[in-house]
């Protein structure tokens, strides 16, 4: 992705464009370059004129030709650079969903195989082609891996770039597999990753929560642990200062109120998953509410910010920014999505959320690096015009390059860790990109920096007579 110091990617934002950071600090400094040649030959030529000598007049008009030329010439790449960035941005566009349909294209072919293997062999043939598939992508996973551990001489399979990109295809491709198996799949298919069909994401997601998982909604505590005075963020990386652990007493959620009267709006930042225990007792942020969230039903951890919110008093045609990490990112484009709040944005931290699309009148960021495992469990990014109005902020991390963990839940996965995540978002607002600076614009009402008021609520579940989700279908969600 990126070749400069910070790695910081920006991609989508309704164009197919890709800048690196050192991509735009070169071309800004080209520009101040051809600006200070400019003056410089400008003053030389007014100087030649004055001069006394043939000599001296002919130093001085080759020097005003060789200041020309490198103005021209600092034009002239500063272009090119930003011509190169743009070109990259949609050849590799291009390729991620070339990469995605011949995904889906082996995806499928495997099904086919499986259904024909079993009609002449019964039910040795899925194991051959289940075996042999098995086979291929573990000699792939140990090639790869050795081949890391030499270049890094470190072995830490979940963060390899590549196996994660792959992971993201599998993944995307599940579907298309089943299609493949029941002779269904078509054409259109191969180039549409439809989370919500009848074989994708969401329902396998829900039919792993209700056979492995305990289910979601059983009553919730939510109860406001603090309130105090505090000022409103002036950046967008004060955005994720702002963001709670939801392992400290205070809480999962915290709500801030800029403004009052009819100028009230409200910043609303969610915690990530607190506990990935199977059965979690009191927790609401717990797997199985990631777990729901993907499958988009009705989750513990998403309930708990609606009564939060409402609790605090956030009237539905009130601006709202929610801003999450993780499970607190797919929260967030879940109320965004079905909450019935006006979301005035949307800020997501290293969320599983690439295949939720929005409506286009809500600004979307979306900040990931490519060693983070938790955005692959979303699958590949939803691709066409819904997902270009997506920004995303992308950064590589290299080894040993994440910085000090910021939250025992993440020492394992630096990657995922928000103070990394800081660091990139810090990295692309300051490198003046035009599409981060049109987001901050576009939710700028909440970058004020002016005195507001906030509160922090903690969620438990009280009881463990739960009611049980829906499984089948795209069963209508409860209103709330």
Known sequence: MSDGPDGATVSGGGTIAVETVAMVEAAQRLAWSEQRLGELAARTGACIPTLTGAVRRAR???????????????????????LASRRYGSIEHAVLDLQRGLAAALAAA???????????????????????????????????????????????????????????LVLSSLDD???????VETPADLVRDDPAGPFGRERTAALLAALLLHPAGAPLSVVRTEQRATRSPHRLVDLLDRLPDGGEPAGQVRIEQLGSGSDRRWIVSIAGTV???????????????????????????????????RR??????????????????????????????????????????????????????????????????GGTAAS????????????????????????????????????????????????????????????????????????????????????PPAVGGAAPRPSR
Not at 137 to 159: D, K, N, V
Not at 177 to 183: D, E, H, Q
Not at 342 to 370: F, K, N, Y
Not at 440 to 460: I, K, M, N, Y
């Open 60 to 82: 001085a008009e080759e020097a005003l030709a060789l200041l020309v030329r490198a103005r021209e010439r600092a034009a002239a790449v500063g272009g090119a650079l930003t």
């Open 110 to 168: 495997t099904g086919g195989a499986m259904r024909a293997l079993t009609a002449v062999l019964g039910p040795l043939g899925p194991v051959i082609v289940v075996g042999a598939a098995g086979e291929a992508a573990g000699a792939f996973f140990l090639l790869r891996t050795a081949q890391r551990a030499i270049e890094t001489g470190r072995i830490a399979p979940q963060a390899d770039p590549v196996l994660l990109r792959g992971l993201a």
């Open 177 to 183: 597999g089943v299609r493949g198996a029941l002779l």
């Open 275 to 309: 506990t990935f225990a199977r059965d979690s007792d009191d927790e609401p942020f717990d797997l199985a509410s990631d777990v729901l969230g993907v499958a988009h039903r009705p989750s513990d951890s998403e309930r708990a910010v609606l009564v939060a919110m």
């Open 312 to 377: 605090a008093g956030i009237g539905s045609d009130e601006p709202v920014l929610l801003v999450g990490h993780s499970q607190g990112a797919l929260d967030a484009v879940r109320v965004a999505q079905d909450g019935g709040y006006r979301v005035g944005g949307v800020v997501q931290v290293g969320g599983p959320t690439g295949q939720i699309v929005l409506p286009p009148d809500v600004p979307v960021l979306a900040v990931e690096h490519d060693e983070d495992l938790v955005p692959v469990l």
């Open 384 to 467: 066409g015009s819904a997902g270009l109005r997506r920004l995303v902020v992308e950064r590589s991390l290299p080894d040993g390059g994440f910085g000090v963990a910021t939250s025992p839940a993440t020492a394992s996965f630096p990657a995922h860790d928000l103070g990394a995540y800081r660091r990139t978002l810090e990295a692309a607002e300051a490198s003046g990109d035009a599409r981060v600076v049109a987001f901050s614009a576009a939710v700028g009402r909440f970058l004020d920096g002016e005195r507001s008021t906030t509160t922090r609520w903690r969620a438990r579940r009280i009881s463990s007579d739960p009611v």
